[in-house]
Nanobody, 126 residues
Framework: QVQVVESGGGLVQAGGSLRLSCTASGLTLEDSAMGWFRQAPGKEREGVSCINWSGGSTSYADSVKGRFTISRDTAKNTLYLQMNALKPEDTAMYYC???????????????????WGQGTQVTVSS
């Protein structure tokens, strides 16, 4: 059974930091990728960052470049997102996605075999 579970969200003041974690089980990630996307109320889903599982190459949305860092622990099948210098516009539900495909121009694609979790809320107060 495939499970993708996020953690680490919360309420933080503008300028603060949070670290999201995601553990994927029941699937293999070789030749695939994991990533983070977010969705705020009334807005479309937005790809935030993506990392190729084997090689470690990454992609980021322009809105988070220089502030967010994606990383992974391949031994633990765990994905991280370090978020620094948070802004109120970063407020959203953040989702971890597995078996996605990274893209340099739209952050990530979602093949039909992709999975994602229930999300973790990030709220940034001004």
């Amino acid at each position: 059974q495939v499970q993708v579970v996020e953690s680490g969200g919360g309420l933080v003041q503008a300028g603060g930091s949070l670290r999201l974690s995601c553990t994927a089980s029941g699937l293999t990630l070789e030749d695939s990728a994991m990533g983070w996307f977010r969705q705020a109320p009334g807005k479309e889903r937005e790809g935030v960052s993506c990392i190729n599982w084997s090689g470690g190459s990454t992609s980021y949305a322009d809105s988070v470049k220089g502030r967010f860092t994606i990383s992974r622990d391949t031994a633990k099948n765990t994905l991280y997102l370090q978020m620094n210098a948070l802004k109120p516009e970063d407020t959203a539900m953040y989702y971890c996605a597995a078996k996605v495909a990274c893209s340099s121009w739209r952050v990530m694609y979602f093949p039909k075999e992709a999975y994602w979790g229930q999300g973790t809320q990030v709220t940034v107060s001004s």
